[in-house]
């Protein structure tokens, strides 16, 4: 065959079967700051321990990890955005997001996701239910497809692990 012509993937070949697909997990204000910030709340584990445990789990499902963080609600939903783009296109199979602050206040945040038909697992390292009854409500919860709360910082591992089920393992 000439090398100008296109090579069709031979359907045997086990290259043609796997897909990349991303996860992303994203996390919303003041989450930069864990490890110190209120421990006896949120532990001691850093947002760089959270990624490498996300890391692990994301390798053994085989999937890559796209982990951010930001403490700006837009760029938090330029984000939802870009994960539902990716979703659409076959490239991701949805997030998992701690919206931190902003789920207790922000419509802009469930605005993207169901915009962008994103599926998100929602998130909170604490459980927020035990807590003060301004972090009872979570306007990201009536989007999600699933809530983990309260499992401390191994609650972002079972949750791209829920993901992953939900998208169909
Ligand atoms: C949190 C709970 C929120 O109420 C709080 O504003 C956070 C973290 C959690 O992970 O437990 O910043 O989302």
Not at 28 to 33: Q, T
Not at 86 to 102: E, M, S, T
Request: with cysteine; net charge negative.
């Amino acid at each position: 065959m000439p090398d100008s012509l296109p090579q069709r993937a031979d359907p045997r070949s086990p290259v043609r079967s796997r897909r990349v697909t991303t996860v992303f997990v994203l996390n919303g204000p003041n989450l930069n700051l864990l490890g110190g910030r209120e421990p006896e709340v949120y532990g001691t584990a850093t947002l760089a321990d959270v990624e490498r445990l996300c890391r692990e789990t994301a390798a053994e499902l085989g999937l890559t990890l796209d982990f951010r963080q930001s403490n700006q609600e837009g760029e938090l939903v330029d984000w939802l955005q870009e994960a539902g783009a990716a979703v659409a296109a076959g490239a991701g199979i949805g997030a998992v997001l701690n919206p931190a602050a902003y789920s207790h206040t922000s419509i802009a945040l469930p605005d993207a996701i169901e915009g962008a038909r994103l599926p998100v697992v929602e998130v909170h390292i604490s459980n927020v239910h035990k807590r003060e009854p301004f972090r009872h409500h979570s306007y990201v919860s009536a989007v999600a497809a699933g809530v983990v709360v309260g499992f401390g910082v191994i609650g972002y591992q079972l949750a791209i692990r829920g993901l992953h089920q939900l998208r169909g393992g």
